[in-house]
């Protein structure tokens, strides 16, 4: 099985908005409270489950760094960032609540929903844009050579992936619903990747 990567996708931990269901994207919003404690609790069950060697990949945007830093004073493994690996950029949008874009614009909010692999909002990206970035960065760092990677990231990249590795179609992507502060791991294989773990938390 020497041929085997172990991919460990994490999601970021609970961030702090000022109002709910804010659009986010590509916004460098800060961790919670909550998000912080998460992020520790979580780095240590990595430290103690993951096998060393690893290599520690993930998202540059800040609610991923933090917890890919602390990972990394954890394992003694240094978190590399890659842009590739950032959430959905959501353009004019970013910043905004669902319920105030819906107020305002309710034909675009319904055109994105209704095809959102190919619908881009204004100056952002369509799902199908962020599954062409995802593929090809993960499917060149579980080429890399490391037998195990640990990849810091976001939700839609989870989700990515997932369709990515199971074969799913991209308009399926949102019934994979990731928790923050989650760990999702595939086997790799050159023929093929198995789901191994999906959302699974610290316990």
Do not use: K, N
């Not at 839609?156 to 992936?161: D, E, F, K, P, Q």
Request: proline content about 6%.
């Amino acid at each position: 099985m020497h041929d085997v990567t172990e991919l460990h996708l994490v999601r970021h931990a609970d961030v702090a908005v000022a109002r709910p269901a804010t659009v986010y994207g590509h916004l460098d919003v800060p961790l919670s409270p909550a998000g912080h404690a998460q992020s520790l609790r979580l780095a240590d069950w990595l430290a103690e489950t993951v096998s060393a060697p690893f290599a520690l990949w993930g998202s540059d945007l800040e609610r991923c760094v933090v917890l890919g830093e602390t990972i990394a004073r954890h394992t003694g493994v240094a978190y590399r960032p890659l842009p590739a690996l950032r959430e959905q950029h959501m353009g004019a949008w970013e910043g905004r609540t669902w319920d105030d874009l819906t107020r305002d614009d309710p034909a675009a909010v319904s055109g994105f929903w209704s095809d959102y692999v190919a619908t881009r909002p204004p100056g952002g990206e369509c799902f199908g844009d962020v599954a062409e970035r995802v593929e090809a960065t993960l499917d060149e760092l579980t080429r890399g050579g490391a037998r195990r990677l640990v990849v810091v990231t976001h939700a839609g990249v989870v989700r990515a992936a997932c369709c990515h590795f199971l074969g799913v179609a991209l308009d399926q992507a949102l019934r994979f619903a990731p928790a923050t502060a989650s760990r999702t791991t595939f086997q790799c294989h050159e023929a093929g990747a198995v789901l191994t773990t999906f959302g699974a938390r610290p316990p």
